[in-house]
Nanobody, 118 residues
């Protein structure tokens, strides 16, 4: 089972980035996985950012990113995305995607660094 994030980097305030997370190795279909994005800065706990349910019906966001970030998924590519617009310095963090199934099981990726700085 593997989740691989990509798309991080350095961007100026007000800029955009799109993170990707590819999913592989699951014996269950990708369409049965609920997917989330989290982020973490040094010395702080991981913060939940966004969630998309398995059926791609409901999406939810942390208040800190609502209106600026958009989560989406592609069942054919087995991938989840996080479009981040109007980025702010406080969005700087390592971003992780997770796959949830069976109520309490959650698998994490290795993370990708996003730095927002002028």
């Amino acid at each position: 089972v593997q989740l691989a994030e990509s798309g991080g980097g350095l961007v100026q305030p007000g800029g955009s980035l799109k993170l990707s997370c590819s999913v592989s190795g699951f014996t269950r279909p990708f369409s049965t996985l609920s997917m989330r994005w989290y982020r973490q800065t040094p010395g702080n706990e991981r913060e939940w950012v966004a969630r998309i349910d398995a059926a791609d019906v409901r999406r939810s966001y942390a208040n800190s990113v609502k209106g600026r970030f958009t989560i989406s998924r592609d069942t054919v590519k087995k991938a989840v995305y996080l479009q981040m617009d109007n980025l702010k310095p406080e969005d700087t963090a390592v971003y992780y995607c997770t796959a949830q199934y069976g109520g309490s099981n959650e698998v994490w990726g290795q993370g990708t660094q996003v730095t927002v700085s002028s």
